[in-house]
C-alpha cells in the first residue's frame, strides 16, 4: 500500500536545494522507523493530510499510538517553516474581559505588543518557536493600576503637572520572550519539553520570575516618583503626596504580590485523586469554583467540548498556533474535532503533587472490530477493549528557562479470555474417562451403557451448576452413549471406534429470595433567599437572607425476587430545615476581596455541615454585596472623596429634594438615584447613626439619616488610617473608635 507521507517526505528532500541542515531533516523523514510507517500504511492514508483518526490509530496487533513520530514526520516535511500570528482576534476578546482595566489592556496588546508582531518557525531539527517583542511602558501613562494614574492623581491634588512628565528612560524592562517546543523530541518518544525565556537588555527572566521583574520595575518607579514629588510639591505637603503615592502604588504591587502568591501556591499544591465521569463534570466543578471566587462575572467555561470549540476565542487562538505547527494546512484537526473528542471521554481521572498534574482518561476503541479477529486468531476469547490516554504537564522547573514538559500517551487496553478443551481417553475393553470440567456443587449420578471389546474416545460435556439453597435439592442426570463401529477385514485384529458425547441437566427447586428495597435517588432543597448589604468588617451574614428551607428526599419504594427487582413506587419526604442553616465558615470579613470592583458575592448555605443543593444539583447561595464601611463613592477606598459626595448629597437634600431623585455616588455603578449600587452605597455611607438608633441593614435610602456626621466620622476614620499611629490597628477598632468618640458626643449634646 502507498504511503503519501514519506513519499512527500522523499520528493521534498529530491526537490529542495536548501541547505545541508534542512534536506538532512527532510531525508531523516523519509526514513523514520518501522512502526510509523507501519501506522501509516495500514491506515491507508492516499493524501497527505493528518486527522485526529490517524493520531489516535492503533493496529489491531498493537497496543500503542505511534502518533507522536506521525506529528514529528508532518513537520520534517514542511516547506513553509515560518510566518506570523494574527492576534487581533484575541487581543479584542481579551480587552472586552478586561472589566475596569480595560484601558490597561488595551494599551499593552494594541501599542506594546501588536505592532511589533508575534512570529513562529520550524526550525531544522524540527522545534517549533514562537518568539515576540514587548516593548518599554510610558510609565507616566495615566491608565487603570498604573503608577501614571498614581502621579496624575498628586498631580491633580497639589496643582503640580510635571509629576506627569516624569523622565523615566532609565527603567527599561522592554524585552523579547520565546517560546520553545521541542518537538523534535516526538521521533524518539512522547515527552516533549517545553522553555520560555524573556530577555531584557539587562538579564534574561523565566516564566516564574517575570512575578519579581514586575515588582523590582515598581520599586524603581516609586523612587523616582517619591524624588519628583519631593521636587514639585512645597515640603509641608510632600509626606502626605508621597504617602498618598505610596497607598496607590500598593494596589498595583498587592496585585502582583497577590498573583505571586498563587502561582508559589500551584507549586505546592497537592490535589486529588480526583475523578469525574465525563468532561462536562470537570468543567462543572471548574465553573463552581469561579463563582465561589467570584471570577464567573468575568470567566466561565462553556458546559462540553463542544461548546468550547465553538468559542470564538479558543478558534482564534487554535487556528493560530495550528498555522505555527501546520502552515501548509496538511494537518487537518479541526478545533470541532477536539471538541467532540473531549466530550466521549470517560472515567478522568486527576492528581496534582509537586508542581506534576497528572490525568488519564478511557474513549472508544474505533478499530474494535478488527482487534477482535485478531484476538480470536490468537486463539484468545475477546470480551472487550477501549483506549487510553494519559497525560502528565511537569512545570516544577518553571522558575528556570527549561519551564517544563508535556507527555501524551495513547494506548489500547484488551480484555480477553482463554478457550479450555476437554479429553477423554478410552483403551481397549477398559472405559477410563479424563474430563476437564468447571467446579459445581451440585451431585451428579449417570448410567452409561457401552459395548465391550471396543476401544473407544469419548468426549464428555458436562454442565456445571452452583446452587445455593436452604431445601433438598434433586437433580437427575442422563447419559446416551451412541457409538459407530468401523471393521477393517482380511487382518487378524479387529478394531472399533467409538464416539459417544454425555449430556447433563439439573433441575434445581428453591423458595423465592425476596428483599424490600428502598433507595434514595434524590436529595435537595428549596428555599426563598434574598439579597443582603455587608460591610467588610461586619463578622457574620445575616440567617435572615434564607427562608422556608424544605429538604426534600425523593425515593424509590419496591422489592427484589431472585435478583429481579420491581419497582412498586417513587415517593417523597420533606422536612423544614430552616433554623440548621449556616453559612459555614464564610463571614463578610472573610468574604470581602479587595480586587472586586463589584462588590457583589455568592455565598454557599449549608445546614448540618453539607452544603445544600437546589434539584439540578447546583449549590443553594444567597447573593451579597460586600464593601468598606464608608465608602461613598464604592472604589474600595475610603478617603477624603467619599467625605465629600455624602456632603455634596445632604447639602441637595436639604433643598426639600427626593432621595430617589439624586444620587450619592457618583461611581458608575450607581447608574440611577433608584439602582442597586446607589442602595448599597447609602447602606456604606450612613456610618452615624447615634447612640438611641439602632438601623437596619435592609433599611433603604430615602429612611436613612445621611448627613455631616456621616462625612465627619469618614473624614475621622480617613486620618486615623492615614497615620502611621495606626498601622497595628484593624479596620474594626478604628471604626470602633472613631463611632465610639461619636457616642459620646451625642451623648454629651443630649
Not at 434445581?508 to 435517588?521: K, L, N, R
Not at 413506587?569 to 470581602?592: L, R, W
Not at 447602606?683 to 455631616?708: M, P, Q, Y
Amino acid at each position: 500500500m502507498k504511503n503519501s507521507l514519506f513519499k512527500r517526505a522523499i520528493a521534498v528532500v529530491a526537490a529542495a536545494p536548501i541547505a545541508l541542515t534542512q534536506c538532512l531533516t527532510y531525508a531523516n523523514a523519509a526514513e523514520t522507523n518501522d512502526a510509523v510507517q507501519a501506522t501509516a500504511s495500514t491506515q491507508g492514508e492516499e493524501n497527505s493530510k493528518i486527522t485526529l483518526d490517524d493520531l489516535l490509530y492503533i493496529p489491531a496487533e498493537k497496543t500503542v499510538s505511534d502518533w507522536n513520530q506521525l506529528l514529528w514526520a508532518k513537520l520534517a516535511t514542511a516547506v513553509t517553516r515560518s510566518g506570523n500570528f494574527d492576534i487581533t482576534t484575541i487581543a479584542k476578546k481579551a480587552i472586552e474581559k478586561a472589566g475596569q482595566y480595560k484601558d490597561l489592556v488595551e494599551y499593552g496588546l494594541n501599542e506594546l505588543i501588536i505592532p511589533n508582531g508575534v512570529s513562529y518557525k520550524i526550525t531544522g531539527n524540527n522545534d517549533v518557536v514562537i518568539s515576540g517583542k514587548i516593548s518599554n511602558p510610558d510609565f507616566n501613562r495615566n491608565l487603570s493600576l498604573t503608577s501614571g494614574n498614581a502621579l496624575a492623581v498628586q498631580a491633580e491634588n497639589y496643582n503640580a503637572p510635571n509629576l506627569t512628565n516624569i523622565d523615566f528612560s532609565d527603567i527599561d524592562v522592554s524585552g523579547v520572550f520565546t517560546l520553545t517546543i521541542e518537538t523534535s523530541k516526538l521521533m524518539a518518544g512522547t515527552e516533549v519539553p517545553v522553555k520560555f525565556e524573556y530577555k531584557t537588555a539587562d538579564k534574561t527572566y523565566a516564566a516564574g520570575e517575570l512575578f519579581d521583574l514586575a515588582l523590582d520595575t515598581m520599586a524603581k518607579v516609586k523612587a523616582k516618583g517619591d524624588a519628583a514629588i519631593d521636587k514639585e510639591i512645597p515640603a509641608q505637603f510632600a509626606d502626605q503626596a508621597k504617602a498618598d503615592y505610596a497607598a496607590k502604588i500598593k494596589l498595583v504591587t498587592d496585585k502582583i504580590e497577590k498573583a505571586k502568591k498563587k502561582y508559589t501556591d500551584a507549586m505546592t499544591a497537592k490535589r486529588g485523586p480526583s475523578q469525574y465521569q465525563n468532561i462536562s463534570k470537570v468543567i462543572a466543578k471548574a465553573n463552581n469554583w469561579l463563582k465561589e471566587h467570584n471570577y464567573d462575572k468575568k470567566v466561565t467555561i462553556p458546559k462540553t467540548g463542544a461548546e468550547i470549540a465553538k468559542n470564538d476565542v479558543v478558534l482564534s487562538i487554535y487556528a493560530e498556533l495550528l498555522k505555527s505547527i501546520s502552515p501548509e494546512g496538511n494537518i487537518d484537526i479541526t478545533a470541532e474535532d477536539l471538541g467532540k473528542f473531549a466530550d466521549s471521554v470517560t472515567d478522568i481521572q486527576g492528581t496534582l503533587a509537586n508542581a506534576v498534574a497528572n490525568g488519564e482518561a478511557r474513549f472508544a476503541d474505533a478499530e474494535q472490530d478488527e482487534v477482535k479477529k485478531w484476538v480470536e486468531k490468537q486463539g484468545y476469547a475477546f470480551v472487550d477493549s477501549y483506549k487510553k490516554i494519559t497525560a502528565k504537564v511537569d512545570f516544577s522547573t518553571i522558575n528556570t528557562v527549561n519551564a517544563g514538559l508535556v507527555d501524551v500517551q495513547i494506548e489500547r487496553v484488551l480484555v480477553t479470555d482463554t478457550t479450555t478443551t476437554a479429553v477423554t481417553t478410552t483403551s481397549t475393553e477398559t472405559t477410563t474417562t479424563e474430563t476437564t470440567t468447571s467446579s459445581t456443587e451440585s451431585t451428579t449420578s449417570s448410567e452409561t451403557t457401552t459395548s465391550s471389546d471396543t476401544t473407544t474416545s469419548s468426549e464428555t460435556t458436562t454442565t456445571s451448576s452452583e446452587t445455593t439453597t436452604s431445601s433438598e435439592t434433586t437433580t437427575s442426570s442422563e447419559t446416551t452413549t451412541s457409538s459407530d463401529t468401523t471393521t477393517t477385514s482380511d487382518t487378524t485384529t479387529s478394531s472399533t471406534s467409538t464416539s459417544s458425547d454425555t449430556t447433563t441437566s439439573s433441575t434445581t427447586t428453591t423458595p423465592p429470595d425476596v428483599t424490600i428495597t428502598t433507595s434514595i435517588i434524590k436529595t435537595y432543597v428549596t428555599a426563598d433567599t434574598e439579597a443582603a448589604y455587608y460591610v467588610s468588617i461586619d463578622e457574620a451574614f445575616d440567617k435572615a437572607q434564607v427562608s422556608n428551607v424544605i429538604l426534600h428526599e425523593r425515593y424509590i419504594e419496591g422489592y427484589t425476587i431472585n435478583g429481579k427487582t420491581v419497582v412498586s413506587g417513587e415517593k417523597e419526604n420533606t422536612k423544614d430545615i430552616t433554623a440548621d442553616v449556616t453559612f459555614g465558615t464564610a463571614t463578610p470579613s472573610n468574604t470581602y476581596k479587595s480586587d472586586n470592583a463589584g462588590f457583589k458575592y455568592e455565598v454557599p448555605v449549608y445546614a448540618n455541615g453539607a452544603a445544600l443543593k437546589d434539584i439540578d444539583g447546583n449549590d443553594v447561595k444567597v447573593t451579597v454585596y460586600i464593601a468598606l464601611k464608608g465608602d461613598a463613592n464604592l472604589d474600595n477606598l475610603v478617603d477624603s472623596n467619599d467625605a465629600s459626595q455624602v456632603l455634596a448629597y445632604y447639602a441637595k437634600l436639604s433643598t426639600n429634594s427626593d432621595p430617589y431623585d439624586i444620587n450619592l455616588s457618583k461611581s458608575t455603578l450607581a447608574t440611577s438615584p433608584t439602582s442597586e449600587y446607589e442602595e448599597f452605597a447609602a447602606f456604606l455611607a450612613d456610618v452615624h447613626h447615634g447612640s438611641d438608633k439602632a438601623v437596619e441593614r435592609t433599611v433603604k435610602k430615602d429612611k436613612r439619616l445621611i448627613d455631616s456626621n456621616d462625612a465627619s466620622k469618614i473624614l475621622a476614620y480617613y486620618a486615623r488610617k492615614s497615620s502611621s499611629d495606626y498601622n497595628d490597628k484593624t479596620d474594626k477598632q478604628i471604626w470602633d473608635e472613631v463611632l465610639s468618640t461619636a457616642s459620646k458626643s451625642t451623648t454629651t449634646t443630649d
